[in-house]
């Protein structure tokens, strides 16, 4: 009915919520088992995709006490056994069964949420249909008439008449003779107004309190009078049912815009009603027409997205309530049994621990820390003594603790008392009584249920619902007077079938192991253990011996288990160890490793001491490294210097035919402790008091940070204060990296320092002032040409030069006279970068000094120049890429001219389109008088060159092509008369062979359209075109596709539907089909294109146009038994086949397709999901296996699956075969519950 209207999108919409996962990542997410309830003890139910209004739902029937035991009161006599449904002739009532299984899970089921799928599949909902959002009181309706049908015949063959239905009476008086007319109708809703309402009851008193009068112009006919007479119309409740629905009409339409809209006014409603002024007969009892709220479904979102949750009062208190501020509340005022605590007694000292936790359970290896805390000393020196172990004193009071989560956390059993004996209450009293009603008000609380989610809430968050974009949707109300046993409240077994008892403890069983199983391989950690003999203090970090080998060894072990426990491994499996064993979290940094906690406390487990987050040990005495004490903490970490020192060792460079020799610097990487400073750093260096320390500046440029002597020419480095000398490096912000220069006095002698003020520039030594000039005459790039053919050539160059003379020596050197050619930069995957200005000079470009820039065909930009990159037709590389220089004050329109006179390209219906992230021709760029760097438009941005000139705004224009067909295909989808059939396929199979080519496209022009006009006015202005002058036929006539790379993927459906609607955008490609009949294809009409293969040989007769109808039976066996009754044949005898164009490929349709282990076959397996996805154009192949027992193929078939074979090797694995058709969108389809035939007699 309202197909995909409440389609999420955004945050909003469904799959927003996901199952918790426990502690680590060792086990795959696959694995891991469903999570248990939560802290509110009531479980969710698991999203689909967009079943969100189901859950909903569901959780409001579930909640509903007086449904769920007529639920659970139908037997399976009466009902079947699910084992038994696909046997022939079996009358199983699923839908029933399925929903008790459900429910039982709901209440029984230790897990956060159950699934819905074995209940949909019941509805004979496919994969897809789970993805489809639907209207709630829409579902509401369907299901509620589902569940009739399936149960007639049973004794809850009136549950929903009983429960749900009401009556309500229309009355017109005749105010002459005063005869009443009367007309009775059900409802299992009432649909009530929200626009121009402010409540509930201003609602309910518009209909039923209010009276219309028919006078003037609107008279009514009298049946006793005879003629037209005044009268009044009004209506009343009849009969009101235990349960009364309320729907709220949020959604509206707006005539004047022709749109949809969402009430979000305010609108209240009371927790409790009194329908007495609203009722027909209103001498009854207060109690008969008291009503009070239990469940709120609420909507969040616009009229075309939003997500549905919730609200429920737990009636029998199955859930626990418990508000996050009472838990604050908690947390700041301490408990009289705190205040009165024995802690002489270790009983009455752990369970006050425990209780006074928020989760009612504390962690084994963290209870004796807790412990401590509590009382100021630990359980070995109070009660081990007396009482042993603190393990074995829990595990021998079982009456009072139970071990949970894998008997790694400790939690007090139900009804254990706690630390100080309470109060009774008053009912406990000898005498005292308090009335069901008053205890069943008492113990409810509301909880909002969202999809897998359970929360509490306060009833105050209702007022919140009553307006906005997540306001109340459907109201449910509960006669006061119903009242639950008392033995139903706080119990989910109640009523509940022994069998559904027992399947709900195996599930239970078999979650606790798989949750076991999870935790135990979850809490496996792979410790990597390093040896003190395997390491050394090297230049201030602990550096492995060996080089070759890993000084680590591996040991995987239960973080569960203590510290003691893996000090005690350690020494099993290293022998020859001597002496104590210090443990010590390690973690490896750029200047090596480093020692942190050691692990003293063998009691603790190594979860709590943070192994499990860092699985580095190091294994050593605790005090030294071969005899060098090593620092340990946060506080020593090592930071990785780049020291840089001066050299005099001479380096020669042949420079310009000269001989040069100069001072270098030399570089060593050296750990300082980060706690350590400057002047520590110096005496460790070894240096004189009177030498200086240099930071580096980092200049930002375009190439990046230049380091120590290699920048472009020159560095500049700032002399740390004096004051300075005594600040850590952490304070003074130096990391790993970081270059420190190190100067005496006497290094000043040397040219290459000046000294301006606390700065220093150090000129780069002539040995390291050149650059890399390399030339492939084939072209460049990553694989643009053979290694062996390029040529290089090594220029001398200083951070001053220009890089036009760089060119003109390389050129000049590598001997190519009259070249136009550009340096260019090539990235870390081989891709060229854009040409650099050679108006500037090496260090204003960003190059590097000893570096190589790639020497390329092609013209530099200037400095006001953008360097572009640009294709016609298509992206890169499926069209010519080409580049261009285009200054930057140039408008769109100035740059699209540019590039077409740069490939000869004449006129004006062009336009220029942007690539989008994924590298496929995105949005056209509109604004053709906008500058490019107001588009946003950079150097080595790629433009793509589109034909088409931009439509103006709301407007779109299409290139319109049309089908040709030389061989009339005119088809009659209720043939029937089929005695000469062979003799008409042998006729138009020759027909077929005498032109390979039956059908072809051709493109007849343009059309410029609005937007918001209609599919039949895009018809109507198509007809305009030249082509269609001649033998022109009515628009009704014509069939329009829509195309997506030169193919046909979808027919354009609906008339009087706007372009805009069925999602045409500027740019698309329509294709016209002129029909020889009127057509007017409904949504679930398939268009499809049959040939029968031709016995013996590897060919096809001529494709048969065919429309099913797949409302009827969208199965596999409803299109053989459509096919087959085309051709005349035997539904058994034949077999079908979907092509598939870009594999080459048939894939068969099978009738039967293979079940895992877990899904039963469904009854309704539709084509139109998947894997088949049956859509419009798509081509069938039918075989007949009384004559033919060939495969699909044929040779042209083998040879495409050929080519691209070769295609898919020449591209290396690349990406290579992109999809050619966009995935079509989800066809909307209306909701609807299958149910099975049952007569009055049951089973």
């Known amino acids: 009915m309202f197909g995909n209207l409440f389609e999420e999108d955004g945050e909003d919409g469904e799959g927003g919520c996901s199952s918790s996962s426990g502690a680590g990542g060792a086990a795959k997410a696959g694995d891991e088992p469903p999570a248990p309830r939560g802290r509110s003890k009531l479980c969710g139910i698991l999203n689909q995709g967009g079943t969100c209004y189901l859950n909903s739902l569901l959780q409001t029937l579930l909640f509903t006490p007086e449904f769920r035991d007529e639920l659970f009161a139908l037997r399976t006599d009466e009902l079947g056994c699910l084992e038994d449904k696909d046997k022939p002739g079996a009358k199983v009532r699923v839908i029933p069964l399925e929903l008790q299984r459900l429910f039982a899970r709901l209440l029984l089921v230790n897990q956060q949420?159950?699934?819905?799928?074995?209940?949909?599949?019941?509805?004979?909902?496919?994969?897809?249909?789970?993805?489809?959002?639907?209207?709630?009181?829409?579902?509401?309706?369907?299901?509620?008439?589902?569940?009739?049908?399936?149960?007639?015949?049973?004794?809850?063959?009136?549950?929903?008449?009983?429960?749900?239905?009401?009556?309500?009476?229309?009355?017109?008086?005749?105010?002459?003779?005063?005869?009443?007319?009367?007309?009775?109708?059900?409802?299992?809703?009432?649909?009530?107004?929200?626009?121009?309402?402010?409540?509930?009851?201003?609602?309910?008193?518009?209909?039923?309190?209010?009276?219309?009068?028919?006078?003037?112009?609107?008279?009514?006919?009298?049946?006793?009078?005879?003629?037209?007479?005044?009268?009044?119309?009004?209506?009343?409740?009849?009969?009101?049912?235990?349960?009364?629905?309320?729907?709220?009409?949020?959604?509206?339409?707006?005539?004047?815009?022709?749109?949809?809209?969402?009430?979000?006014?305010?609108?209240?409603?009371?927790?409790?009603?009194?329908?007495?002024?609203?009722?027909?007969?209103?001498?009854?009892?207060d109690a008969d027409y008291y009503y009070e709220l239990f469940s709120v479904i609420i909507h969040k979102g616009g009229c075309y997205g939003g997500h549905y949750h919730v609200y429920i009062r737990d009636i029998e208190s199955l859930g626990c309530w418990e508000p996050p501020e009472e838990d604050n509340d908690n947390r700041k005022k301490p408990r009289k049994a705190e205040q009165q605590l024995n802690e002489n007694d270790p009983l009455c000292v752990l369970i006050a621990i425990i209780d006074q936790e928020p989760s009612k359970n504390v962690r084994l290896d963290q209870l004796g820390q807790k412990l401590m805390e509590k009382i100021g000393s630990s359980w070995s020196k109070t009660f081990k003594k007396d009482y042993g172990p603190i393990v074995k004193f829990l595990k021998s009071h079982n009456d009072v603790f139970m071990l949970v989560s894998n008997c790694i956390r400790v939690a007090l059993k139900a009804k254990t008392p706690g630390p100080v004996s309470e109060l009774p209450t008053t009912a406990g009293l000898e005498g005292g009584t308090v009335s069901q009603q008053e205890l069943q008000q008492e113990t409810s609380h509301w909880f909002d249920l969202n999809d897998s989610t359970v929360t509490s809430i306060r009833e105050s968050e209702i007022e919140k619902q009553f307006q906005g974009q997540e306001s109340a949707y459907m109201l449910f109300y509960r006669k006061m007077q119903l009242q639950r046993p008392t033995e139903a409240l706080s119990s989910p077994h109640y009523k509940v079938p022994h069998h559904l008892i027992q399947m709900a403890q195996d599930e239970n069983h078999n979650l606790q192991q798989m949750r076991e199983e999870y935790e135990a391989s979850n809490n496996l950690v792979e410790l990597h253990l390093h040896l003190a003999s395997s390491y050394r203090l090297i230049k201030g970090a602990l550096q492995s011996i060996s080089k070759e080998s890993s000084a680590g060894t591996a040991l995987v072990f239960d973080c569960r288990r203590t510290v003691g426990d893996l000090r005690l491994a350690i020494y099993q499996q290293e022998e020859q160890w001597e002496g104590d064993i210090a443990l010590t979290l390690a973690k490896m940094l750029p200047p090596g490793l480093h020692l942190y906690n050691t692990l003293a406390d063998d009691t603790v487990s190594l979860l709590s001491a943070g192994v499990a987050t860092n699985p580095d040990i190091f294994v050593w005495n605790g005090r030294e490294v071969c005899g060098e004490s090593v620092l340990t903490g946060a506080e020593w970490e090592p930071v990785l210097l780049t020291v840089v020192r001066p050299t005099l060792e001479g380096a020669v460079l042949k420079e310009a035919g000269n001989n040069v020799e100069g001072a270098g610097l030399k570089k060593e990487a050296i750990a300082f402790a980060s706690a350590a400073t400057l002047s520590e750093v110096q005496e460790t260096l070894g240096e004189p008091a009177g030498s200086l320390l240099c930071q580096e500046q980092q200049v930002g440029t375009k190439g990046g940070e230049r380091g120590a002597g290699e920048g472009a020419g020159a560095s500049a480095w700032r002399v740390f204060p004096s004051r300075d000398m005594f600040r850590t490096l952490k304070e003074l912000s130096l990391k790993d990296g970081d270059a420190l220069l190190v100067l005496e006095p006497q290094s000043f002698d040397n040219s290459m320092f000046t000294v301006t003020g606390d700065v220093i520039t150090v000129v780069t030594p002539s040995d390291c002032r050149w650059l890399q000039v390399e030339f492939q005459p084939h072209g460049c790039g990553a694989g643009g040409?053979?290694?062996?053919?390029?040529?290089?050539?090594?220029?001398?160059?200083?951070?001053?030069?220009?890089?036009?003379?760089?060119?003109?020596?390389?050129?000049?050197?590598?001997?190519?006279?009259?070249?136009?050619?550009?340096?260019?930069?090539?990235?870390?995957?081989?891709?060229?970068?854009?040409?650099?200005?050679?108006?500037?000079?090496?260090?204003?470009?960003?190059?590097?000094?000893?570096?190589?820039?790639?020497?390329?065909?092609?013209?530099?930009?200037?400095?006001?120049?953008?360097?572009?990159?640009?294709?016609?037709?298509?992206?890169?590389?499926?069209?010519?890429?080409?580049?261009?220089?285009?200054?930057?004050?140039?408008?769109?329109?100035?740059?699209?001219?540019?590039?077409?006179?740069?490939?000869?390209?004449?006129?004006?219906?062009?336009?220029?389109?942007?690539?989008?992230?994924?590298?496929?021709?995105?949005?056209?760029?509109?604004?053709?008088?906008?500058?490019?760097?107001?588009?946003?438009?950079?150097?080595?941005?790629?433009?793509?060159?589109?034909?088409?000139?931009?439509?103006?705004?709301?407007?779109?224009?299409?290139?319109?092509?049309?089908?040709?067909?030389?061989?009339?295909?005119?088809?009659?989808?209720?043939?029937?008369?089929?005695?000469?059939?062979?003799?008409?396929?042998?006729?138009?199979?020759?027909?077929?062979?005498?032109?390979?080519?039956?059908?072809?496209?051709?493109?007849?022009?343009?059309?410029?359209?609005?937007?918001?006009?209609?599919?039949?006015?895009?018809?109507?202005?198509?007809?305009?075109?030249?082509?269609?002058?001649?033998?022109?036929?009515?628009?009704?006539?014509?069939?329009?596709w829509k195309m997506e790379a030169h193919r046909l993927v979808r027919i354009l459906r609906g008339n009087q539907v706007s372009l805009r609607k069925l999602n045409i955008t500027s740019g698309t490609d329509i294709c016209v089909e002129q029909l020889l009949r009127e057509e007017e294809l409904g949504p679930k009409e398939i268009v499809l294109s049959v040939k029968m293969g031709v016995p013996g040989k590897r060919c096809y007769y001529r494709a048969q146009e065919l429309i099913w109808d797949a409302s009827w039976d969208s199965t596999a066996a409803g299109l053989r038994a459509f096919v087959a009754e085309f051709y005349g044949l035997a539904a058994g005898s034949i077999v079908l086949a979907k092509y598939q164009p870009h594999k080459h490929t048939w894939e068969e349709i099978c009738w039967s397709r293979p079940l895992s282990k877990r899904k039963k076959r469904s009854n309704a397996d539709s084509l139109l999901g998947a894997p088949f996805h049956l859509k419009d154009g798509d081509v069938i192949g039918v075989k007949n296996l009384l004559i033919d027992n060939k495969d699909f193929h044929t040779q042209e078939h083998e040879q495409g699956q050929a080519e691209r074979r070769k295609k898919g090797e020449r591209a290396g694995g690349s990406n290579c075969t992109r999809s050619q058709n966009k995935a079509a969108k989800k066809p909307e389809v209306a909701l609807s519950i299958n149910v099975g035939v049952f007569s009055n007699n049951g089973l």
């Open 113 to 285: 949420s159950a699934s819905t799928a074995a209940l949909t599949e019941s509805f004979g909902w496919n994969s897809s249909e789970g993805t489809n959002q639907h209207d709630v009181q829409e579902l509401n309706r369907i299901l509620f008439s589902a569940l009739e049908n399936s149960l007639v015949g049973t004794s809850g063959s009136t549950l929903i008449r009983r429960l749900y239905h009401g009556t309500i009476v229309n009355s017109i008086a005749c105010k002459e003779c005063g005869n009443v007319s009367q007309r009775q109708e059900d409802f299992l809703d009432l649909t009530v107004c929200v626009c121009g309402m402010s409540s509930l009851e201003e609602a309910l008193h518009n209909m039923f309190v209010e009276e219309e009068l028919f006078e003037g112009n609107n008279l009514y006919r009298c049946g006793v009078c005879g003629r037209l007479v005044t009268a009044v119309k009004s209506a009343k409740l009849r009969k009101l049912p235990p349960f009364l629905t309320i729907s709220l009409l949020r959604f509206s339409f707006d005539f004047a815009k022709c749109e949809r809209y969402k009430e979000t006014g305010h609108y209240s409603f009371p927790l409790t009603i009194n329908l007495r002024p609203f009722c027909e007969q209103t001498d009854g009892d």
């Open 785 to 1040: 040409g053979d290694a062996a053919e390029s040529r290089r050539v090594k220029v001398p160059a200083s951070g001053d030069t220009l890089l036009r003379e760089v060119k003109e020596r390389a050129i000049n050197e590598l001997r190519l006279p009259g070249a136009e050619c550009c340096l260019r930069h090539m990235d870390s995957t081989g891709k060229l970068l854009p040409p650099v200005c050679e108006d500037l000079c090496v260090r204003q470009a960003g190059v590097r000094l000893m570096t190589t820039v790639m020497l390329c065909p092609g013209r530099a930009p200037e400095a006001s120049q953008l360097f572009l990159h640009f294709a016609v037709g298509a992206a890169p590389p499926a069209a010519m890429e080409m580049d261009i220089n285009i200054e930057k004050t140039s408008t769109l329109k100035e740059c699209l001219q540019a590039m077409l006179n740069a490939v000869g390209i004449d006129g004006s219906c062009w336009h220029l389109r942007r690539l989008d992230w994924c590298e496929e021709v995105g949005e056209a760029l509109v604004d053709e008088d906008a500058p490019l760097s107001e588009m946003n438009i950079n150097s080595g941005d790629t433009l793509v060159i589109s034909e088409g000139r931009i439509p103006p705004k709301g407007f779109l224009e299409m290139s319109v092509w049309m089908l040709q067909d030389p061989v009339s295909m005119e088809t009659n989808v209720n043939h029937s008369d089929n005695g000469h059939a062979q003799e008409q396929m042998e006729e138009v199979y020759a027909a077929a062979q005498a032109n390979s080519h039956p059908s072809e496209l051709i493109r007849v022009g343009q059309v410029e359209i609005s937007v918001d006009v209609s599919l039949e006015d895009l018809k109507t202005q198509v007809l305009t075109l030249p082509a269609f002058q001649y033998g022109r036929r009515p628009a009704a006539f014509l069939r329009v």
